[in-house]
């Protein structure tokens, strides 16, 4: 796991790099826009039109407000974020000040005008959202044309048509970076990649990845995972350091209601008190004393918290000791979290399913052995204790005996059967004629039971699949063991029939009925046994007899 998670951080570390790095990219563009334009400025003098000296003053002051903020941006994600607002301003301004000094009639290809509307409107994009596009493109089209009609009415040298041509191409750029913005939705891409292994059985490998993408994505050297599941007394703690993946428990008291407390994705830092949240439509920065169990735990100083939320219960994850964090973070992990919560719940979803499926076996699987084997056992007992009174009033028990022996092979027949489909799953879409094995299975069980059975059946052949045939095999030799066994009958009468896609059982009997006359309990391994594939089963029982009638569904059209 600590060679695997090395890997995992190293390959996130450079595939996310630039994505969360859109402070460091925009001052470090700022930066590089400023010294170009005092480049051209110093290279070709004729580009200053007017204030010579003042805009050089202005441009080499900017220059420097620029390379500041790029130091900030690479050493503090909170002064980074705080004085964003600050640094789109004093670029529109610069903005304005860059047309005035270098705008003439002559300068079309010279004027650093598009170059300066092209930054502000992808900056305003990258680092925050459409409708601060919408505002930046707004400012500069207010500000461009007053600016431009202040001019022209001050009788300097501009051209006002070439104001308007520039003003329909900023128009135009703006709308298509809005309408990227807008496409861009809730701005980075991640995906969680989920371990191998069967659904169903991966929480826990599930829940040590979720601890290792985190460091990936982040650069981080330590990540803990504080989960409280929803039917566990216990909260679970999984940290990553380098040395690998640790796991304890603790007991719920130490962080109270805080994993379940709704709560933001958030930049933290404990000695400043500084907390630096995302949730749509933005961002929210304020100071206030950072309140983390698990950052206390830890003794974390400065790092990212990520809310967990699925069914199967909250949780929090901090990262710390990171290569860097900014605030394209907070974007990025909450993404992440809502990808990790479907991930968890997915996983919850596929237990459930494969209980259901265990438990559905292991409810077949008993029914089967009640109305086969231990049936069979019983009416073998029977049959023995019968065999025991024909000894003793002198008559030859090798006939009987030779039955017995007959219709325990045939019961061991039927259970290595029952293996062997349990093996190998159902037999696919094979069907066999019901008719034949009705008839086997009614002489078998007069022989067993030493009682008289007759069939009736439809003109027309009645082929069934191999599942069907199965369950209505057991479902009659149950009805037949009850009869004997509970209504002490002398001839059960078993009727069959399809119509409009559905087979019509009845099992009737001359015995005694079941305890409780027409209001009895019907007997729990056929009720069953019928309600799995959606059937239906109806009980009538007086002291002439019971009568039970069956209808299943055959799943052939009608």
């Excluded at 659904?199 to 994505?217: K, N, T």
Aim: glycine share 8%; proline share 4%; charged share 20%.
């Amino acid at each position: 796991m600590h060679g695997e998670s090395s890997r995992i951080m190293e390959r996130g570390l450079y595939g996310n790099a630039l994505t969360r790095r859109t402070g460091r990219i925009i001052s470090t563009g700022r930066a590089i826009l400023a010294l170009s334009f005092l480049l051209a400025l110093w290279l070709d003098p004729r580009v200053l039109m007017r204030g010579a000296s003042g805009g050089y003053v202005l441009v080499s002051v900017y220059l420097l407000w620029t390379a500041l903020l790029m130091v900030i941006a690479w050493r503090s994600w909170w002064y980074d974020f705080r004085l964003a607002p600050l640094a789109q301003a004093i670029d529109i301004g610069v903005f304005v000040a860059a047309v005035y000094f270098t705008e003439s009639p002559f300068t079309e290809f010279q004027s650093p005008f598009l170059a300066f509307a092209a930054f502000l409107l992808v900056a305003a994009m990258v680092r925050w959202n459409w409708r601060a596009t919408v505002v930046t493109a707004v400012l500069l089209l207010a500000v461009n044309m007053t600016f431009a009609l202040t001019m022209y009415n001050l009788g300097l040298d501009i051209d006002l048509m070439r104001f308007v041509r520039r003003t329909a191409y900023m128009v135009m750029l703006s709308g298509i970076l809005i309408w990227l913005s807008l496409s861009r939705g809730g701005g980075h891409t991640v995906t969680f990649d989920e371990p191998p292994g069967l659904p169903g059985e991966r929480r826990d490998q599930l829940l040590d990845s979720i601890v290792i993408h985190a460091a990936s994505i982040l650069g981080a050297r330590q990540v803990a995972l504080a989960f409280a599941p929803s039917e566990e007394p216990w909260v679970e703690i999984r940290r990553l350091t380098p040395g690998g993946i640790t796991l304890e428990r603790t007991g719920p008291a130490e962080f109270g209601d805080e994993l379940h407390a709704p709560r933001s994705t958030a930049l933290f830092n404990v000695a400043k008190s500084r907390l630096l949240s995302f949730e749509n439509p933005g961002f929210e920065a304020w100071n206030a004393p950072v309140q983390s169990g698990l950052a206390a735990r830890y003794s974390v100083n400065e790092g990212i918290l990520v809310p967990l939320q699925s069914v199967t219960g909250t949780g929090q994850l901090i990262a710390w000791d990171c290569d860097s964090l900014s605030a394209d973070d907070l974007a990025i992990l909450r993404t992440l979290a809502n990808q990790i919560g479907h991930s968890l719940d997915r996983e919850e979803m596929a237990s459930l399913a494969r209980n259901a499926a265990e438990t559905g076996v292991r409810h077949a699987v008993a029914r089967d052995l009640h109305d086969s084997v231990a049936q069979f056992l019983a009416g073998t007992l029977f049959r023995l204790e019968a065999l025991r009174r024909w000894i003793r009033e002198g008559h030859d028990p090798e006939g009987e005996i030779d039955s017995i022996k007959q219709a325990l092979r045939r019961e061991q027949t039927h259970l290595r059967i029952l293996i062997e489909r349990l093996r190998r799953g159902e037999e696919g879409n094979r069907s066999i004629e019901i008719a034949d094995e009705l008839r086997a299975l009614l002489a078998e069980a007069g022989t067993h039971w030493h009682i008289s059975t007759e069939l009736v059946l439809p003109d027309q052949p009645l082929p069934v699949s191999v599942q069907l045939s199965h369950e209505i095999r057991q479902l009659v030799r149950e009805a037949i063991a009850n009869a004997v066994r509970h209504g002490k009958c002398g001839k059960v009468c078993v009727e069959i029939s399809e119509e409009d896609g559905v087979l019509r059982l009845t099992v009737s009997d001359d015995g005694i009925g079941f305890p409780g006359g027409p209001a009895a309990i019907r007997p729990r391994s056929i009720s069953e046994r019928v309600e799995a594939p959606g059937g239906q089963f109806e009980l009538d029982s007086s002291p002439a007899g019971a009568r039970l009638n069956i209808a299943i569904r055959t799943g052939e059209p009608a």
